[in-house]
Each structure stands twice: as structure tokens, then as C-alpha cells.
């Protein structure tokens, strides 16, 4: 794939609709080699299309909400570029014992109608944990990354972007006299477990902060990807083809064959095979049914 600055986008500028601190990690990916300026808006409340903390239902899926937030950035500034940004947890290789986190950007260009969508997604490792008293909270954060946020929630009781122990404590304290009606005695257990849960903004989050890069990265690659054909960027081998023939018997497996990149203006296809020219015949049906 040619790697040169892509001449499809219609201006050198896009504008990120966030409230959440996203453009100090995706502008300095994509300002490299000159290719893409970032600036920022935040005149919309992207709060109201859904919460992490699930106050606010996400009605749109991922992808939809990311290419949403493209083009309220572009109405809101007059730009003819607009990126939007969005995270989703659940799923992965292992659903319910290894947390995931997808991170997807989607570039919208209202001139050439191009569209990118990237994304990166891994192991999400920062989990809620639980702290019986003052001393197993501070104990607790110790072992934990000091810039990430956490929330309290609990019966209509939600408190976010708590940094620090005596944040957590205040927090703990509020909800204590919300329920009992009378503040909690210096150095007392706590009524029940204290549940302490990640607030997962992207600028309270360092672990997301990492995916969110690496969503930047593959954006910059993708625009730098150019077509042979029309030069068009974009030109990425995103299209799956299985059927691995087995090294057995010859079948064609459920096993990746082949990656394709296609051009969305004009067609144009490159194949790009896997190393591997059979499959293990423990993948075949016809030799492992």
C-alpha cells in the first residue's frame, strides 16, 4: 500500500465533537507529517446520547452514535470534516472473564462523501472493586492507577470523577447521610461494602486513553492508505475471505484465506493471502468433524 499524503480530503482541518478531553489524544496522531489538523468543539452535550454510567440510555450502536457525532460537528462549526469518537465494552474472546474495550472513530467528509470508520480494541484491564472501611479504600487506590476516575452509584445516589482517596471518602460520606440521615463517625466501618466502579470518561481513563490512540493510529494509516487505482484514501484490507484449504484433505475450512482492500470510489481490489497455505486438519470438518 502507498503511503502519501491523501489529496480526496476536501479541507486540512476536521473538527472533533467531544466534551470529554479526546482531542489532546487523537490531534498530535493525526497533525504528523502535516496530514490532518484537529480542533475541537464541545457546543454540543454528547452526554445526552448515552452514559457510561447508564443514567442516560445509549439508544444508537457504536458506530452509528461515532458517525452521528461526525456530522453534528460539521453542522455545529461549518466544517466539511467532522470526526466523532466513541467506546463500547462487553464482548471480546472472552465475554464476562476478560473486560474489552472497542474504541471507534469515524471521519465524515461532507464534500467528497468519504467516510473512514477506525477502531482498535483489546483487553480492558481497570475493574470495580469494593472497600469495607477508610483504610481498605486507601489501600485499595494504592494499587491502582492514580489518574483514573471512579464513580459511586448506588439506589439513585451517582457521583462521578472521583480522583483520590479523600474524593472517595467525601463521596462515601454524602451517600452515608443520604441514606442514614446523620454523617458517619471518623474511622467507622462502613454500613456495606463501598462498590467502587471506573468512571470510564475517556479524560478520567488512561487505559481508554491507549485504545483511543491506537484508534487514532489506525485512522492515520487508513488515511494514508491510498488507492492505486484513484488515490483515493482508504485503501485498506478490511474485507475477510475464509476457506483455508485443509492441509488434510484438501476442504476449504472456516479458517481466514485471504484479506481484500476495495475501493469505495472506484472499485479498484488488491488480495493480500495469509502466510499459511493449509489449515491444521484439526480446524477441518470433513477430517475433525
Not at 461532507?110 to 469494593?130: D, N, Q, Y
Not at 477508610?134 to 480522583?163: E, F, I, V
Not at 475464509?242 to 476442504?251: I, M
Amino acid at each position: 500500500m502507498s503511503h502519501h499524503k491523501p489529496k480526496r480530503l476536501s479541507a486540512d482541518f476536521a473538527v472533533l465533537l467531544t466534551q470529554h478531553g479526546k482531542e489532546s489524544v487523537i490531534g498530535p496522531v493525526l497533525a504528523g507529517d502535516g496530514l490532518l489538523t484537529l480542533r475541537h468543539t464541545d457546543a454540543f452535550d454528547t452526554d445526552t446520547l448515552g452514559t457510561f454510567s447508564g443514567e442516560i440510555e445509549r439508544t444508537l450502536s457504536p458506530v452509528d452514535c461515532a458517525r452521528h457525532k461526525a456530522r453534528l460537528a460539521c453542522e455545529l462549526t461549518g466544517a466539511s470534516i467532522g470526526l466523532g469518537s466513541e467506546g463500547s465494552f462487553g464482548g471480546g474472546p472472552l465475554p464476562g472473564l476478560v473486560g474489552w474495550d472497542q474504541e471507534l472513530l469515524v471521519l465524515v467528509d461532507l464534500e467528497s462523501g468519504l467516510e473512514i470508520v477506525a477502531s482498535a480494541e483489546g483487553p480492558f484491564e481497570t475493574r470495580e472493586w469494593e472497600a469495607t472501611d477508610a483504610d481498605s479504600l486507601r489501600a485499595g487506590l494504592q494499587a491502582r492507577d492514580p489518574r483514573q476516575g471512579w464513580l459511586l452509584q448506588t439506589d439513585g445516589y451517582l457521583d462521578k470523577g472521583l480522583l483520590g482517596a479523600e474524593a472517595l471518602l467525601q463521596s462515601a460520606s454524602r451517600l452515608f447521610e443520604q441514606k442514614t440521615g446523620c454523617a458517619p463517625g471518623e474511622g467507622d466501618p462502613f454500613p456495606w461494602p463501598l462498590r467502587i466502579q471506573p468512571d470510564l470518561r475517556a479524560m478520567v481513563c488512561p487505559e481508554r486513553q491507549v485504545a483511543i490512540r491506537k484508534a487514532a493510529e489506525n485512522l492515520r494509516e487508513r488515511l494514508l492508505s491510498r488507492c492505486p487505482g484513484c488515490a483515493a484514501p482508504d485503501f485498506w484490507p478490511d474485507q475477510l475471505d475464509f476457506g483455508l484449504p485443509c492441509g488434510g484433505c484438501g476442504f476449504a475450512t472456516g479458517c481466514l484465506r485471504q484479506r481484500r482492500a476495495v475501493c469505495a470510489h472506484c472499485g479498484a481490489e488488491e488480495c493480500y493471502p495469509v502466510e499459511e497455505q493449509f489449515a491444521d486438519p484439526g480446524r477441518c470438518q470433513i477430517c475433525n468433524p
